[in-house]
């Protein structure tokens, strides 16, 4: 038997009724924010993310799904993330000439080969949201948050913790930069070989790591917080300002610095106390260079992106959105007249606006009446030669166990009516 591929899995037809309705109600969220939504490929040419996400990143350098295309010629990869290809688009699709605020946001597949577990898959799914534009005024940060908190409240979503920090910019990350690759080389001896690699290349990776042997030293490193320059303390301090305006709580952890190089100043991490290890459910930042170090025009972004599978994950059994979807009818049919009667009628009632179920099984009456039940039909008609002779058909309320009489044109009006009401 052929398997789904390890870290990949099947949203059932049992399942799919929960991812509908968190789709539906992000979709309304997102349009109460005036965000509009962009939908770019799934792959992309490998560049975009060595050099939009970095390519010391666990991202880049383990975790891409990275293939040479068939003519030879182009290195592609399976999209990890979104903020990128968004970037490449707004620059590819010259987007800055509306000299407005841009606000974008997207649903859809990523790709990362890590380990898999709880909330931690090969191929996941990621909605995200991204706002490009001119200013870094902070206030678009504080309410991209207060979105995801208004998110979170209508799916019913508790218990979700948000965790802030600054990661500077390149006027004090330059020098905090070095004095780290110092601190780094000192005690290289108690670093991983990866460690010791990006402490030469990029050091700010080191707080990546993930071995436990190195976290002791880890922690003594130096924190970028304590260094920040006067502009990216005053930029925090604005943003922490318009989150407190909001009555929006959070802690800020100032060794938080995210996996992904693209970030500057504000960062922020969601986490949800329903989920085990993995328990992100939402991250993201400032990343006000990424447009120029894809070649183009100076342009300030800040976005989120947010784990569908650990969303729903974190969402209470009840909130499924589950509304019973059987058909309105199921048409049982005896004898190969009355099914070609019963397959005509059904396209007339569904041209009229009803879900029909044609049993094409052609079962007996006793099993089409029992799958009908299963599959929570609200009437079964019946046909048979009787039914086609006289042009009666019987409609059985499932609920009430009422029957009744009509003829085809009738029950088909009927549906038209309620259908126009
Ligand atoms: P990220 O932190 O790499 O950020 O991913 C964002 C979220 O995607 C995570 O918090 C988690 O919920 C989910 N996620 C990541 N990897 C997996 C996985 N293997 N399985 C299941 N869920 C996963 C970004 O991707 C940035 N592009 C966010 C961003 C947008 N920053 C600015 N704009």
């Given at each position: 038997m052929i398997q789904a591929a390890r870290g990949t899995y099947d949203i059932l037809p049992s399942d799919v009724g929960r991812w509908q309705f968190v789709e539906r109600e992000l979709r309304a969220v997102f349009e109460r924010y005036a965000f509009s939504e962009i939908r770019t490929p799934a792959i992309e040419p490998t560049e975009l993310f060595v050099r939009g996400v970095g390519a010391e990143t666990d991202i880049v350098s383990k975790e891409m799904y990275t293939f040479v295309d068939r003519d030879g010629t182009t290195s592609l990869t399976?999209?990890?993330?979104?903020t990128a290809p968004v970037v490449r688009s707004y620059i590819q699709n010259r987007m800055s000439a509306e000299s407005r605020m841009l606000k974008l946001y997207y649903i859809g597949p990523m790709f990362r080969r890590e380990r898999p577990q709880k909330g931690r898959y090969r191929q996941f799914h990621q909605v995200g949201a991204e706002v490009l534009s001119s200013t870094d005024e902070p206030a678009i940060e504080a309410e991209v948050i207060e979105m995801l908190t208004l998110l979170f409240a209508r799916l019913g979503v508790q218990g979700v913790t948000l965790e802030v920090n600054s990661v500077g910019c390149p006027a004090c990350r330059g020098p905090f930069v070095e004095r780290l690759r110092e601190a780094i080389a000192a005690r290289g001896s108690e670093l991983c070989a990866d460690c010791r690699r990006r402490g030469e290349r990029n050091p700010m990776r080191v707080f990546d790591c993930k071995v436990a042997a190195c976290q002791g030293t880890i922690a003594e490193l130096p924190a970028l917080h304590a260094s920040l320059c006067d502009a990216c303390a005053a930029h925090f301090g604005r943003f922490r300002g318009y989150l407190d305006d909001r009555r929006i709580r959070y802690t800020v952890e100032e060794r938080m610095v995210r996996g992904l190089d693209y970030y500057m100043r504000t960062a922020f991490e969601m986490k949800s106390?329903?989920?085990?290890?993995?328990?992100?459910v939402a991250a993201g930042g400032r990343y006000d260079w990424l447009a120029e170090a894809l070649g183009g025009p100076p342009t300030k972004g800040f976005g989120f992106a947010m784990g569908l599978e650990r969303l729903i994950l974190s969402m209470?059994?009840?909130?499924?959105?589950?509304?019973?979807?059987?058909?309105d009818y199921f048409l049982a049919t005896i004898g190969d007249e009355p099914f070609r009667h019963a397959a005509l009628l059904a396209r007339r009632l569904r041209e009229a606006g009803a879900s029909v179920y044609l049993d094409f099984d052609r079962r007996s009456l006793k099993s089409q009446m029992r799958l009908a039940d299963r599959l929570g039909a609200r009437s079964v008609v019946m046909i048979g030669d009787d039914e086609v002779k006289s042009g009666k058909l019987t409609v059985r309320n499932m609920s009430t166990r009422e029957q009744i009489e009509v003829t085809g044109d009738d029950l088909v009006e009927t549906v038209r009516s309620h259908a126009n009401s």
């Open positions: 399976l999209r990890p993330e979104g106390a329903a989920l085990g290890a993995q328990d992100a209470p059994e009840t909130e499924s959105g589950h509304a019973a979807t059987g058909p």
